[in-house]
């Protein structure tokens, strides 16, 4: 298992930007794929984007990904998410995820093939 912690959520105006972090501790972090979901009120867990922590080659989901901007560091095994240009349509609890390499054949953007959560941290877009 691996614990995550977020960071840099809050409340921001519209137009504006915000970068998420998230610290990695626990089991060896580079043998983990990592990603970034969001959920809102009344809404399922949606994906926003996945790096791999070997390669660091990144995922994103196409709604968010001209705004969004996932990278990792290793030497700090912390994740983060770069946002730009927030809009209200932002506004969730941003959650960190990670699984084991051994999972890498589940499909990245389901929340389902993650099994390591942090708490999340909220972002609030306001218009």
């Known amino acids: 298992q691996v614990q995550l912690v977020e960071s840099g959520g809050g409340l921001v105006q519209a137009g504006t930007s915000l970068k998420l972090s998230c610290a990695a501790s626990?089991?060896?972090?580079?043998?983990?794929?990592m990603a970034w979901f969001r959920q809102a009120p009344g809404k399922e867990r949606e994906f926003v984007a996945a790096?791999?922590?070997?390669?660091?080659?990144?995922s994103y989901s196409d709604s968010m990904k001209d705004r969004f901007t996932i990278s990792r560091d290793n030497a700090k095994k912390t994740m983060f998410l770069q946002m730009i240009l927030l809009k209200p349509e932002d506004t969730a609890v941003y959650y960190c995820?990670?699984?084991?390499?051994?999972?890498?054949?589940?499909?990245?953007?389901?929340?389902?093939?993650?099994?390591?959560w942090g708490q999340g941290t909220q972002v609030t877009v306001s218009a």
């Open positions: 790096i791999s922590w070997s390669d660091s080659t990144p």
């Open positions: 626990g089991r060896t972090p580079e043998d983990y794929d």
């Open positions: 995820a990670a699984r084991h390499l051994i999972y890498s054949g589940r499909p990245y953007y389901l929340a389902s093939g993650y099994d390591n």
